[in-house]
């Protein structure tokens, strides 16, 4: 791997100084108000969870929440940290809009990218499994429409980490076959916080959610959101570049990532939310198949995929050569399965 050796260890800047925010002590309620309110005999919200798929591995961190328990949402508040969550759905509101004939950001059609959702920071209390009771953080996680939070839609939000942490697991294998001794702590790595989805079963914020509609839930506890990649134009962050163009170039160009972004955790990219954007029919074909289509649907779907990979990944860095050497050939036009004029990487 030569010099891409002696920078996979490099990557990231970490910055361990996450804490959750605290109310402002004029918003705080009274302690007689805190009690009635807030505390987990009186739950604003209670959950049980329904679909939780995801396991521990080099690529997700599992939630602590298995299919069947019960928990209690006792306090929720707004964290402004986390307004980039929400940036996605608003850049579609926009292109939707403007009548944007470029589509560079997905419509209903391809993903849930564009569902608009809200997002609370949740204290979570649930059982320890020895009697007693434990509390997490969360990331409380539920769709503006009413007709988006049937379980069914619910749960691609959870596949969609699933299937992400799959790739992040044999991203971070590969990187510590090619750049580390074997031993997978020794190098930065990419993983997804593991959502769960829930039904309401019982709650006193309508407002929120309702009895027998579903939401998600997942451990955050951090007061601030970043983009590793969402517009292009975001801080080069090689770990999380080089993870969206192993993800196209292993798939085949079949799938890209969206919108990845979440927490520099300790030596880990910890990623929150991630879309999954799949090209027409890419079960059936790859893009190379897909360009000499004449399914204009097809091929439109193809075009989209090469402009947004062009533009999220303007330039690749030491891994990913590591994975995709002829990069910088003049002959390699297919950079991860699909035909792009270039990536950045020596004029090519």
Not at 102 to 114: A, D, L, T, Y
Not at 229 to 245: M, R, T, V, W
Not at 332 to 342: E, K, N, T
Request: charged fraction near 25%.
């Amino acid at each position: 791997m030569g010099t891409a050796i002696s920078t996979c260890t490099k990557v990231l800047t970490c910055d361990p100084g996450y804490e959750w925010l605290e109310e402002d002590s004029s918003s705080r309620p009274s302690p007689h108000k805190f009690e009635e309110e807030y505390s987990p005999s009186h739950p604003q919200l209670a959950l049980r969870v329904a679909f939780a798929p995801i396991e521990e591995s080099l690529g997700a961190r599992q939630s602590p929440f298995g299919a069947g328990d019960e928990v209690a949402v006792t306090k929720l508040q707004r964290v402004p940290g986390w307004e980039p969550l929400g940036w996605r759905q608003e850049r579609c509101a926009k292109q939707h809009a403007a009548l944007d004939g470029g589509k560079v950001w997905p419509g209903p059609e391809e993903s849930r990218f564009s569902t608009a959702q809200r997002f609370w920071g949740a204290k979570v209390m649930s059982s320890d499994g020895k009697g007693g009771l434990e509390e997490h953080w969360c990331l409380l996680q539920v769709a503006v429409a009413k007709k988006d939070r049937e379980m069914e839609k619910t749960k691609q939000i959870v596949q969609d980490a699933d299937d992400v942490a799959a790739y992040a697991h044999r991203f971070n294998d590969h990187l510590t076959r090619t750049c580390g001794d074997g031993d997978p702590d020794a190098l930065p790595s990419v993983r997804v916080s593991a959502p769960v989805a829930c039904f309401v079963i019982d709650g006193c914020m309508p407002e929120v959610a309702q009895p027998g509609e579903s939401v998600t839930l997942t451990v955050l506890p951090a007061n601030q959101i970043r983009k590793f990649l969402f517009e292009g134009g975001e801080d080069f962050i090689e770990l999380p570049q080089a993870f969206f163009h192993y993800v196209a170039w292993s798939s085949g160009g079949n799938e890209l990532l969206g919108d990845l972004q979440g927490l520099q955790d300790d030596q880990d990219i910890l990623l929150v939310d991630p879309v999954v954007l799949r090209t027409a029919k890419a079960a059936a074909k790859d893009l190379l198949g897909a360009l000499m289509s004449t399914d204009p649907l097809e091929a439109e779907s193809v075009g989209r995929a090469a402009k947004r990979f062009d533009l999220w990944h303007p330039r690749c860095g030491q891994i990913c050569k590591s994975f995709d050497p002829q990069r910088r050939s003049i002959h390699a036009r297919r950079a991860c399965g699909m035909s792009l004029p270039s990536c950045g990487v020596g004029g090519a």
